[in-house]
């Protein structure tokens, strides 16, 4: 495909609501034949809603780079039908329900783990393809299939994490949300750094609670080795606020997940002191496909590029499957490796881990804001998880 844009082209794939049924422009005037509609279930509210946001930018960037701008392929346009699961399993269940009895055959997206476990299974009992967006949880890798992920997942993170672990062991908090985000991100640090001679523990919280100074307090209590911090969404500032006054970064190193641009001031003056983890920020990547999200995409932050990866992926399904057979929509996906936003990726067509480049970073404070910096750029195999099934 042509590479070579003009800002026009972008810019009419881009110039869209982001509610109900949203056609991608394309830029011809040739006839063309009826469209391949396309379902997308995320949060455009709720807790989570940010994130859905940062998806939606990138599949809307993403679908003008993979179509050279046309939002068209094999002649026939990409009708996107967004729905909002506002962060409820029970919603995205009843919308994907809706989706298929429409004759909708593709279904993308979701930021919420227990949401993406929940419409996977939906996915194999109505042979759909679904590809999961943000949702980190590693029971989506190898769960059936007819499930891909867009993005990265919790054994991913954690090993990046482990690649800036100093010392021979001891106790490592878990200190996360009571969700399935948070679960994964517990069984990921025992099965990463346990071999490494840590003891695992956990702290949990409510998914609901506004306030965490009696849960820093209990960090301090435990006073681990390390902590593992795994959170999403947006009482992410006042946790990390708490923490801070707390101390808790005095009681032991705190490794993390560097968050979406809004929570680095929450951070404070310790996360000048924190070698972070991190999947994207849109310094970290220098390739052409990342030149392109970043100057077209509405919203560039963390999980702006598992958005324009998932329109990748519809792209080329379609472009090598027939997009009312299942079973060759799948093949068409198993086993491609291709240029992302990140780099170069690869689904393993064994269990459909999505291999990528993951990121270690630092804050660094420069007139008066936090801007992130890249330490280091770990190779899709240093990152990849453990092959299900294998």
């Known amino acids: ?18 509610t109900g049924v949203l056609p991608v422009a394309a830029q011809d005037t040739e006839p063309m034949g009826d469209p391949v509609r396309v379902g997308i279930i995320t949060s455009t509210s709720g807790p989570l809603q940010s994130y859905g946001d940062q998806y939606l930018a990138g599949l809307h960037a993403g679908l003008a780079w993979a179509t050279d701008g046309t939002g068209a392929v094999n002649g026939r346009p990409i009708e996107l039908v967004i729905s909002d699961d506002g962060g409820s399993p029970e919603t995205a269940i ?19 783990s227990g949401v993406g476990v929940q419409l996977a299974g939906f996915a194999a009992e109505n042979d759909i393809l679904y590809i999961s967006g943000p949702a980190a949880t590693d029971a989506l890798t190898g769960i059936n299939r007819n499930t891909f992920r867009s993005g990265r997942q919790s ?10 672990v100093q010392g021979d062991g001891g106790t490592v908090l878990v200190f996360a949300q009571d969700t399935e985000f948070g679960a994964a991100n517990v069984a990921a640090v025992d099965a990463v750094l346990g071999p490494k001679g840590f003891t695992t523990t956990s702290l949990l919280v409510p998914a609901s609670e506004t306030e965490f100074t009696g849960f820093a307090d209990q960090i301090n209590q435990a006073d681990p080795d390390l902590v593992f911090v795994a959170w999403a969404g947006e009482t992410s500032g006042a946790m990390w606020q708490a923490l801070n006054q707390q101390q808790v970064f005095d009681t032991a190193p705190v490794a993390t997940g560097l968050g979406d641009t809004v929570t680095w001031p929450f951070y404070g003056d310790a ?7 991190n999947h994207y920020f849109a310094g970290a990547p220098a390739n052409e496909v990342n030149d392109y999200l970043v100057a077209n995409a509405t919203t560039v932050d963390l999980f702006t590029p598992d958005g324009f990866v998932a329109a990748q992926m519809i792209v080329r399904a379609i472009a090598e499957g027939d997009p009312t057979d299942t079973a060759s929509l799948i093949g068409a996906l198993e086993g491609w490796t291709f240029a992302a936003p990140k780099g170069e990726q690869t689904i393993r067509a064994s ?31 240093d990152t990849a998880p453990a092959e299900v099934g294998g």
Request: hydrophobic share 50%; charged share 15%; glycine share 10%.
């Open 155 to 164: 054994r991913q993170d954690v090993a990046t994490a482990a690649s800036l």
């Open 271 to 277: 996360g000048l002191g924190i070698s972070f983890l």
């Open 351 to 381: 269990d459909h881990a999505m291999l990528q480049p993951m990121f270690t970073v630092r804050l660094v404070e420069a007139d008066g804001a936090y801007q992130a910096q890249l330490i280091d750029t770990l190779a899709p195999e």
């Open 1 to 18: 495909m042509n590479r070579r844009r003009s800002g026009m082209a972008a810019g009419a794939a881009l110039l869209v609501s982001l």
């Open 94 to 112: 009843a919308q994907a329900t809706d989706l298929v009895g429409q004759g909708i055959n593709i279904i993308a997206g979701t930021v919420v």
